[in-house]
């Protein structure tokens, strides 16, 4: 592992703004939650997780398509100019929408509902743009210190809350108000340092044709992530989702050095699948083996932690703890499943990776609505980690009935 570490720049680069990252969001989220309670900060959670819903609708598969379309020597001022007329299009016709559902599925004040729709449907997409277009440049430092100042950012805006002891209408007005700020100053330097294409209409048609076949996994994906804090709330109420919310939070945290590892060595499942299908199995093979070292000291680390952290949220969090015990395991889970993911997009086995996740999906909502009403927080953890378990044997499965394919 330490080869590894020492001969992986970009991993170490990605790792150290995830540390700083990780302590700005860390606090920021420990402050946030304590202040706002499991209620408030529940509502935040599952009305954020209902437009995330419809965030890819929006994206279109953005990065995935520009690291595809970087594979075939397109320019970063092409994918840069594409994606934004793709999300500015599409974000005008996704925010009424969301806008109506999300009010009706959730009776509070109106300008929460406006502030997250805003930011999560429009002002927050310049990091998905900013996420693919560093990747496929290798411009890993630049990403990283976007990545800090976001973190900054927000633990700025939680302090000003703090200060004039703010409630969720001031927090979702100061979210939308840092993720503006951050997004056009990523727009501004971006258009700067790459330029725009004069006339990406090419470009953009060629995407969208592209995109359809990411959409539906990353629709898929987002409600693996996303659709159990909206059902936890309706199910449970808002206390029971702030709860839940918070120890997915802490796991999301976690998963950050793993997710800056996946970041360096996503692009080569495409270009090692171009030449053998087998040589990106092999590399997911690979990325798995080093990405579990990473895991294990995250599961031991939220295993020793776990009551300094329900501490920390403060006593309305009580037995948070007990349920980190079993969510430690989801970043072992997601280290050796989402690979095998990855390397079926760089495969151009996209249909399968959809399939997959449309059954990962369906078990999760089923053991959900099982598990609920007995265990509530905990029952939707574990509807996580043995729905995301399925992926495993689906995907051996299918390497074994079609093994010609990844010769």
Known sequence: MLDFLNSNRSFLVLSGSQFFRLVFTGASFFLLSRHLGPEQFGNFISISALFYLFSPLVTFGLYDV??????????????????LITIALLSALVLPIALIV????FQVDFVIILALALTIIIAEKAMPIAHSIFVVTSRFGTYAIIEILQG???LFAVLILLAIDGDLIMWTLLFLGYSLVLSLGFIIWALATFGLKRNPVAELIQRMSIGKGFLLATLLETAVLELDRVIVNKHSGASASGIYGAVMRINNFAL???NAY???????YFSKGQKRKALALRHALKVIRNSLIIAIIIFVSLIVFRQAIEQLLGPEYQGVASI?????LIPLVYAITQPLLDALSGTNHQNVRVSILAIVLTVNISLLMLLLPHFEALGAVLSVILSRLFILPLFVGYRFINKEHWL
């Open 66 to 83: 520009n690291v595809k379309r970087a594979s075939c020597q397109q320019t970063p001022a092409a994918l840069l100019s594409a994606s």
């Open 102 to 105: 999300g009010n009706q599925v």
């Open 152 to 154: 900054v950012l927000r």
């Open 256 to 258: 950050m050095p793993i």
């Open 262 to 268: 996946f970041i360096t060595v996503y692009k080569q």
């Open 324 to 328: 980190l015990v079993i969510s430690a």
